[in-house]
């Protein structure tokens, strides 16, 4: 077959992992296709890539077409620093005024759908932005923003009540949040063993990379977003990307609340994979 294709999240949390790919490193077998998480959700239904990330409520949608690689999450235990509620006043006092929603991510929407349903007993009059749009869009009471976004507005600091995601799940589940996994179509896994085993292994070894160089990484993110170094590097020390039993009992408690409060219509298995001569594994989410 042509190159697999894989796709990237175009957000500097993914850096960590594709630096190394990206820049000959790390060999990788395939192709990188970098674009919006809502865009790798769509193309990988579609059948346009093989592997890819894909945020976790999309695979809770559609796990019956993917299998999820092992030991790879974009996630975080507390402050994440890049899913973040801004307001102009304090979250308690927003019920019935405008919240604007990101168009981009639609797992970190449903997160803060539970915590405003299960921790801050609040409801907003919540819209979604349209893409293509700034921040503030509407002139909004409050913004969910996430990424480079979600970086930036915090650092412009015109809002004076910023609520981390990450932190706000934590106090309420004491668990890690899992916002994107990385998955391999079925039909490409069964195929294809071989080849998914060496994407696999090449983005373990440039993660590996990127543990041994964030001086590299936070001089190459400062760039990107016109910020000083010292800022991009505390900012990735907030992020995870492992999947161990913690990183899944947290993804599988999001699965069940989100299932609970309406946002998902069926409970959510993980189907991981086994490797080329192990059988995959299942976990329910109740």
Same mark, same amino acid.
């Given at each position: 077959?042509?190159?697999?294709?894989? /796709?990237?999240?175009?957000?500097?949390?993914?850096?960590?992992?594709?630096?190394?790919?990206?820049?000959?490193?790390?060999?990788?077998?395939?192709?990188?296709? &970098?674009?919006?998480?809502?865009?790798?959700?769509?193309?990988?239904?579609?059948?346009?890539?093989?592997?890819?990330?894909?945020?976790?409520?999309?695979?809770?949608?559609? &796990?019956?077409?993917?299998?999820?690689?092992?030991?790879?999450?974009?996630?975080?235990?507390?402050?994440?620093?890049?899913?973040?509620?801004?307001?102009?006043?304090?979250?308690?006092?927003?019920?019935?005024?405008?919240?604007?929603?990101?168009?981009?991510?639609?797992?970190?929407?449903?997160?803060?759908?539970?915590?405003?349903?299960?921790?801050?007993?609040?409801?907003?009059?919540?819209?979604?932005?349209?893409?293509?749009?700034?921040?503030?869009?509407?002139?909004?009471?409050?913004?969910?923003?996430?990424? *480079?976004?979600?970086?930036?507005?915090?650092?412009? /600091?015109?809002?004076?009540?910023? %609520? *981390?995601?990450?932190?706000?799940?934590?106090?309420?589940?004491?668990?890690?949040?899992?916002?994107?996994?990385?998955? #391999?179509?079925? *039909?490409?896994?069964?195929? %294809?063993?071989?080849?998914?085993?060496?994407?696999?292994?090449?983005?373990? &070894?440039?993660?590996?990379?990127?543990?041994?160089?964030? /001086?590299?990484?936070?001089?190459?993110?400062?760039?990107?977003l016109g910020v000083e170094p010292e800022f991009i590097e505390d900012y990735f020390t907030l992020l995870n990307y492992d999947l161990d039993w913690p990183h899944l009992e947290g993804l599988?408690?999001? %699965?069940?609340?989100?299932? #609970?409060?309406?946002?998902?219509?069926?409970?959510?298995?993980?189907?991981?994979?086994?490797?080329? *001569?192990?059988?995959? %594994?299942?976990?329910?989410?109740?």
């Amino acid at each position: 077959m042509e190159w697999p294709r894989l /796709g990237r999240v175009s957000y500097l949390n993914c850096l960590p992992l594709f630096y190394a790919l990206e820049t000959g490193q790390v060999k990788v077998p395939a192709k990188i296709i &970098a674009d919006h998480p809502a865009v790798l959700n769509k193309a990988f239904r579609q059948g346009e890539l093989e592997v890819t990330a894909v945020s976790s409520l999309a695979y809770g949608k559609f &796990a019956e077409e993917a299998l999820v690689l092992p030991g790879l999450s974009i996630s975080c235990y507390g402050k994440v620093g890049s899913v973040v509620l801004v307001s102009r006043v304090p979250v308690a006092e927003l019920g019935g005024r405008p919240l604007s929603l990101t168009p981009y991510s639609a797992t970190s929407v449903v997160l803060l759908r539970i915590l405003l349903q299960r921790f801050y007993h609040v409801a907003p009059d919540l819209f979604i932005r349209p893409a293509g749009t700034p921040p503030d869009w509407g002139q909004p009471e409050a913004l969910l923003a996430i990424g *480079d976004e979600a970086l930036q507005v915090v650092r412009a /600091g015109r809002y004076p009540f910023v %609520y *981390d995601l990450g932190e706000e799940w934590r106090q309420l589940t004491g668990k890690p949040m899992v916002f994107a996994l990385w998955v #391999a179509r079925r *039909d490409f896994a069964a195929a %294809y063993p071989e080849e998914l085993a060496g994407i696999w292994q090449a983005l373990q &070894a440039a993660r590996a990379w990127g543990k041994r160089h964030p /001086g590299t990484l936070a001089a190459v993110g400062a760039q990107m977003l016109g910020v000083e170094p010292e800022f991009i590097e505390d900012y990735f020390t907030l992020l995870n990307y492992d999947l161990d039993w913690p990183h899944l009992e947290g993804l599988l408690t999001f %699965y069940r609340l989100a299932h #609970a409060e309406g946002l998902l219509l069926h409970p959510v298995a993980l189907e991981i994979w086994g490797g080329e *001569d192990e059988g995959n %594994y299942r976990l329910q989410s109740a």
